[in-house]
């Protein structure tokens, strides 16, 4: 019987037939995921592959397992999963998954699973980080003094984050996370979500709009995809006012980034600090030429650390299932069935 990863020593999980279990990768992805799914499984790597779809059709019926990380390469699709028709798993890197069709998968009895809790003290932090660089100007004041530009003059003053009301948009893990570290920062908290969560130290706002009058910070960590789309859009950005500042450490779909750059030009917000675009990891020049905005690419949860707890747990998700466990990290639209 072959042993978890959990466990160590552990060699090819087999099928009734005495053949190791085939694997499913799209796009490359960390060493230690592909290592450990090479001792554990027959992996295919699609991108070696010189026609995907060819591959695909040639061998798909035997895939029961697919490896994914994030974003748009790595996307698996209704067409993608239809054309697998023994897949039992998606095993997604990352939180958001907002690149698989979970709810189709759901629809066939396909588990699907991603990579929560080991990330959110990382991407909080990191949501603290790009706050303070951006409220403070960090990243604009090291370029000062490199230019040699403080031997002429002090940096100017900056905004702050003394006296702001933070509005936190997506109080999941990642969010409540955020505010408890806001908290500890001595300023006033808020949040809108889907439902009001009982028992939370901070006001609830049913409405996004109301919620963006109200406070002059705005961070979004809302997961991405249909319900999200550019759920903060000129209306939003507007009611935030004038010294207002975004933070979005979610997905660049929720942010309708074109009425964010006009908003930014023509001083409707104060300024923002973005780690995620809408077409990543294009950035538009617009954002680029403006000195007054943070940028950051992708690294909310980008530390050594996180990011191989991050792939353990995508291949351990593997390992559960096809040693007959139920999945670790399943996600809401697919509920395990073990
Ligand atoms: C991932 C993220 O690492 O977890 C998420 O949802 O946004 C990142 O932390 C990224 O999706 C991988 O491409």
Not at 36 to 47: A, K, P, V, Y
Not at 138 to 157: M, N, S, T
Not at 322 to 328: E, I, Q, S, Y
Request: negative net charge.
């Amino acid at each position: 019987m072959a042993q978890d990863a959990t466990t160590g020593s552990a060699g090819p999980i087999l099928d009734n037939s005495g053949n190791a279990i085939e694997i499913l990768m799209p796009r490359p992805m960390a060493a230690t995921v592909i290592e450990q799914l090479d001792r554990r499984f027959t992996l295919h790597r699609l991108w070696e592959a010189d026609d995907a779809d060819a591959f695909v059709a040639e061998h798909g019926t035997r895939i029961r397992g697919v490896a994914t990380g994030g974003g748009t390469s790595g996307r698996i699709d209704k067409a993608l999963i239809d054309a697998l028709p023994g897949l039992e798993i998606v095993s997604s890197f990352g939180v958001g998954y907002d690149h698989v069709d979970a709810a189709h998968a759901g629809s066939k009895g396909i588990v699907v699973t991603n990579t929560p809790d080991v990330l959110t003290d990382e991407v909080a932090d990191l949501a603290l980080g790009l706050l303070l660089a951006t409220l403070r100007k960090l990243p604009q004041a090291d370029r000062y003094l490199r230019e040699g530009r403080w031997l002429e003059k002090p940096f100017p003053l900056s905004p702050t984050l003394r006296e702001r009301t933070i509005g936190i948009l997506g109080y999941g893990r990642i969010g409540k996370a955020i505010a408890k570290r806001l908290d500890a920062f001595g300023v006033t908290v808020v949040y809108h979500g889907r439902r009001e969560q009982p028992g939370s130290p901070h006001r609830y706002y049913a409405d996004l709009e109301a919620m963006a009058r109200d406070v002059d910070t705005l961070v979004v960590i809302t997961p991405g995809g249909q319900g999200t789309e550019k759920l903060v859009d000129k209306r939003i950005l507007e009611a935030l006012g004038p010294e207002g500042v975004l933070i979005n450490v979610a997905r660049g779909s929720v942010v309708d980034e074109a009425a964010l750059i006009e908003a930014l030009r023509g001083g409707t917000i104060l300024s923002a600090g973005l780690d995620v675009f809408e077409k990543e990891p294009q950035v538009p020049q617009a954002l680029i030429d403006m000195e007054h905005v943070v940028l950051l690419p992708h690294v909310g949860s980008a530390s050594v650390h996180t990011r191989n707890a991050m792939a353990q747990l995508v291949v351990d998700n593997l390992v559960a299932w096809f040693t007959g466990k139920a999945p670790l990290t399943p996600v809401a639209e697919t509920p395990s069935p073990r």
